[in-house]
């Protein structure tokens, strides 16, 4: 059996991406049935304003101290990187917020559906960030993304208004902290073999079969550039 932990954002483009590699490495190993996926939390920007009112090529713009078509351009390149792998994504339309609260909604779902759940609700908030535009800070949005995942929406609203899992996504970035996570997507097999950012699919299918065969020495993956953390995005 192979557990995969997967650190990552909500917000984070090469989270999905890196997410599209790993799924399309699992569709060819022959074990694929033995192994299983949980997401971790991990923020970005935890100070990030839940209704900000620049756009999100504003706000890279005024964080890069670069022009706003440039901006653009870097959001031209990300959303041709993310269409090869079969994502389409407007940053037009994204709308950038605080993820705590979907981070602690990955956590409820784990615990009403388990492993599988979790799983779904991950790639639909991806999907309401990058291809929607929906609101992933605003509670009402969140609950009806839950209930297209099967989920009760007034269990769900009525969760996210207290603050459980809150601890659960705190200790989720202290691990990170500790085992020296500075950027996202971040991966670890069986607790021992990495893999940092969104590596090329083959690198993610010579991890399943190291995992696999439990070989005791794995090449340390430095980070690539496809990356994100608190400082931004390698772009």
Same mark, same amino acid.
């Given at each position: 059996?192979?557990?995969?932990?997967?650190?990552?954002?909500?917000?984070?483009?090469?989270? @999905?991406?890196?997410?599209?590699?790993?799924?399309?490495?699992?569709?060819?190993?022959?074990?694929?049935?033995?192994?299983?996926?949980?997401?971790?939390?991990?923020?970005?920007?935890?100070?990030?304003?839940?209704?900000?009112?620049?756009?999100?090529?504003?706000?890279?713009?005024?964080?890069?101290?670069?022009?706003?078509?440039?901006?653009?351009?870097?959001?031209?390149?990300?959303?041709?990187?993310?269409?090869?792998?079969?994502?389409?994504?407007?940053?037009?339309?994204?709308?950038?917020?605080?993820?705590?609260?979907?981070?602690?909604?990955?956590?409820?779902?784990?615990?009403?559906?388990?492993?599988?759940?979790?799983?779904?609700?991950?790639?639909?908030?991806?999907?309401?960030? @990058?291809?929607?535009?929906?609101?992933?800070?605003?509670?009402?949005?969140?609950?009806?993304?839950?209930?297209?995942?099967?989920?009760?929406?007034?269990?769900?609203?009525?969760?996210?208004?207290?603050?459980?899992?809150?601890?659960?996504?705190?200790?989720?970035?202290?691990?990170?902290?500790?085992?020296?996570?500075?950027?996202?997507?971040?991966?670890?097999?069986?607790?021992? @073999?990495?893999?940092?950012?969104?590596?090329?699919?083959?690198?993610?299918?010579?991890?399943?079969?190291?995992?696999?065969?439990?070989?005791?020495?794995?090449?340390?993956?430095?980070?690539?550039?496809?990356?994100?953390?608190?400082?931004?995005?390698?772009?």
């Amino acid at each position: 059996m192979i557990q995969i932990q997967v650190w990552s954002d909500i917000v984070c483009p090469f989270c @999905y991406i890196g997410k599209r590699h790993l799924e399309e490495a699992l569709s060819r190993f022959e074990h694929r049935d033995q192994v299983s996926v949980h997401w971790k939390s991990f923020e970005l920007d935890p100070s990030a304003e839940l209704n900000p009112t620049l756009s999100l090529a504003e706000l890279l713009s005024k964080k890069y101290q670069k022009p706003l078509e440039w901006a653009h351009q870097a959001h031209a390149q990300m959303t041709k990187q993310a269409k090869a792998v079969g994502l389409d994504y407007h940053f037009e339309k994204a709308k950038h917020t605080n993820t705590f609260d979907a981070h602690r909604l990955i956590h409820f779902a784990e615990k009403t559906g388990g492993v599988p759940l979790q799983g779904q609700m991950k790639e639909r908030l991806l999907q309401a960030y @990058y291809t929607r535009g929906e609101h992933v800070g605003d509670l009402e949005t969140l609950a009806r993304i839950a209930a297209e995942v099967g989920m009760n929406p007034e269990a769900v609203l009525e969760f996210l208004k207290t603050d459980d899992f809150a601890v659960d996504v705190r200790r989720d970035e202290e691990e990170a902290q500790e085992s020296g996570v500075r950027g996202v997507p971040f991966f670890v097999l069986n607790g021992k @073999y990495t893999i940092s950012g969104a590596q090329p699919v083959e690198m993610f299918e010579r991890a399943l079969k190291a995992a696999w065969e439990d070989r005791e020495t794995w090449p340390r993956v430095e980070q690539s550039g496809a990356v994100c953390g608190p400082d931004g995005c390698a772009i």
